[in-house]
């Protein structure tokens, strides 16, 4: 290459660079109203609006923990992987003071919805941040039969996609994407830390899984026992007001094993507590526990009755359905002839008589 021809290339170079700069930097920031018309792979964008200091309020519950944040730029759009996608997602951006990182929020059981307090946590600390209802409405898991991509997006797929697109609104408007990007959730969110790690390493430099239900099998299945063993007999029900002296007692018996006596157990796993030391010696308090068959039969004292009931949720404030009386062997349930089939005060417990036995 002669004189003449580098100092051309030279030229052309000092031209070139120039020019790239312009380019680049015509992916300049965005208002936030002008972030609705903004065009993401299988996403609608369905609201872009800028939310003065304090003025957030959320579409349930009080707007009193969101008086504090700043002013950010609100989000919200739809993401549609598949046919039967439908992932709803917010993205919350400070309008001044981003940190320039992003915080991924997680969702608690069978999610089901935006988590308005974890996108608050996030935003108070600087960070641009985003949240989705993984696909679905509602905290429970009729959605999932006959929905197999529902039941994907729920699984991995809400949470990659959320990431994907909240990275590119943040850039669209700042004008650059995070340096840095972070996940941090418990339960299903821990469960959610490890399959983006797991599955789409790239999406964020560090996660923290907080007690992730990642077995759901089993865990399920303890549930299910748990709640058996609570709700089927309402004599083995332990009401509220019973557990400040379970904790006590659990503390007296464990809290010292690590060395010191804070009220926290070290390994709750290690903790040889054995709650007969809480049984009732006399009549029943909220410092004592009952054992109703033990009291039947060693004390003869009876419960003077035992309902079981069917309740519309699993708690037992939920609405009860239908209630019927447990009867002691050999005396049978039998309809007393007039009110509601529903109700355990229209039957009584008697002995089984010929005819019954006849109808057999």
Known sequence: ??????????????????????????????????LAG????????????????????PPTGSPAPYKELPAFCRVAGVIKP??????????????ANWNGKFHGVGNGGFAGSISYTGLAGALARGYATASTDTGHSGGDASWALG??????????????????????????????????SYFASCSNGGRQALMEAQRYPNDYDGVIAGAPANAFSQILTGFAWNMQLLLNDPASYIPA???????TAVLAACDARDGVTDG?????????????????????????????????????????????????????EAP????????????????????????????????????????K
């Open 147 to 180: 929905h197999s991509e529902k039941i994907a997006d729920y699984g991995y797929r809400a949470i990659h996609e959320m990431t994907e697109k909240a990275k590119l609104v943040i850039k669209a408007f700042y004008g650059d994407g995070p340096k840095r």
């Open 38 to 57: 903004l065009k993401l792979p299988d996403t609608t964008i369905t609201a872009a609006q800028s939310v003065a200091p304090g003025a957030f309020a």
């Open 241 to 247: 007001k019973k557990l400040k002296a379970i904790e």
């Open 82 to 95: 598949t046919n039967d996608s439908e992932i709803k997602f917010e993205v919350w951006m400070p309008s």
């Open 1 to 34: 290459m002669n004189k003449t021809s580098r100092r051309r290339f030279r030229w052309q170079w000092l031209v070139v660079l120039p020019l790239s700069a312009l380019a680049f930097g015509s992916v300049s920031a965005a208002t936030c109203e002008g």
């Open 264 to 316: 926290v157990l070290d390994d709750p796993t290690k903790c040889g507590f054995d709650p007969a030391v809480l049984l009732c010696k006399g009549a029943e308090t909220d410092e004592c526990l009952t054992l109703a068959l033990e009291r039947w039969v060693e004390q003869g004292v009876a419960p003077e009755a035992v309902i079981a009931t069917k309740r519309q949720g699993a708690t037992p």
């Open 320 to 359: 009860a359905l239908r209630t019927r009386p447990l009867c002691p062997y050999p005396q049978v349930a039998r309809f007393k002839g007039s009110g509601s089939t529903d109700e355990a005060a229209n039957f009584s417990c008697v002995m089984e008589g010929p005819s019954d036995k006849k109808r």
